[in-house]
């Protein structure tokens, strides 16, 4: 227990504080964060990812014959997903199998 002790004594660690992604179009204004341990920072892939995009009809046509256009920025509460995927790994240890 003592050596236990001295090793946590021993440690010292940096953290490097992250800035939180509250803004899409601030956050894409920013260059891209760095990767957490082998990981991009949680949350920026709807940011940067390509979607894959169908483009049918003439968009500018339809806003130009559109009888009324209405341009505006709108905000929700925050939501979360609700998972229900089962993560587990079990293991049966036998006789060194």
């Not at 601030?26 to 891209?32: A, D, R, Y």
């Not at 957490?36 to 949680?42: L, M, T």
């Not at 009809?57 to 979360?80: L, P």
Request: one cysteine or more; aromatic letters at 8%; glycine letters at 6%.
């Amino acid at each position: 227990m003592a050596i236990a002790q001295k090793a946590l004594e021993l440690i010292d660690v940096e953290y490097d504080v992250l800035v939180p992604m509250q803004d899409a179009e601030e956050t894409l204004k920013n260059p891209v964060p760095p990767l957490v341990a082998d990981e991009e920072y949680p949350g920026r892939e709807i940011f940067d990812r390509k979607p894959f995009v169908i483009k049918r009809g003439d968009v500018e046509k339809g806003f130009r014959e559109a009888d009324v256009v209405v341009e505006e920025t709108y905000t929700t509460q925050v939501s979360h997903h609700g998972t229900i995927q089962t993560r587990a790994c079990i293991a049966n240890w036998m006789a060194g199998r």
